[in-house]
């Protein structure tokens, strides 16, 4: 029978284990709502540590977020890796993991995925394809890790999601 529900779907999966103060979510509504109700509502009811901080309507013709959105910016904290070995393992012209794909494992060169990549006191902030390519950054720590011979864990928190517009990466939710 016929049962009404929201479509959601979200920009980019998040990598599991890995926290977010970014997610972006379409949500497909049948008519018109007031946001700021529906937001305050929806607040309301979701589990504590998660809420909305921004809501708009967009027309049907507005790309889905799942479509644009190319790059993922992550923030890797406690992470035991230093500055001459982050340097060493960016200036390899070609960074080979094997990546599980629909057709079974695959080995792909990730280098040209790895899109900006500085070290600050607080760890490593990586922007990272997240588009038809989507590099995860279980496997860029994966292959520094097999660069620098140590195991290495990091915390990480996804930070941004970017699309382009205008000549620029802006955060999807901004066009």
Not at 73 to 86: A, F, G
Not at 143 to 156: P, R, S, W
Request: glycine share 6%; net charge negative.
């Amino acid at each position: 029978g016929f049962n009404p529900h929201m479509e959601l779907a979200f920009a980019t999966a998040l990598p599991v284990g890995a926290k977010s103060v970014c997610e972006c979510v379409d949500i497909r509504l049948t008519h018109q709502v007031d946001v700021e109700g529906i937001m305050e509502k929806l607040n309301a009811t979701l589990p504590a540590g998660l809420k909305l901080s921004s809501m708009r309507m967009v027309e049907d013709t507005y790309p889905r977020l799942m479509a644009i959105v190319e790059r993922g910016v992550y923030k890797l904290t406690d992470i035991d890796v230093t500055k001459d070995e982050l340097d060493g393992f960016l200036a390899q012209n070609e960074i080979l993991v094997d990546k599980k794909t629909k057709s079974g494992m695959k080995s792909i060169n990730i280098r040209p995925h790895i899109f900006r990549c500085d070290m600050d006191d607080e760890g490593i902030t990586v922007t990272l394809s997240a588009g038809a390519t989507n590099i995860r950054p279980e496997l860029f720590i994966n292959a520094l890790q097999a660069y620098t011979g140590k195991t290495i864990e990091a915390d990480v928190l996804r930070t941004q999601l970017l699309t382009l517009s205008g000549g620029l990466r802006v955060n999807p939710l901004e066009l």
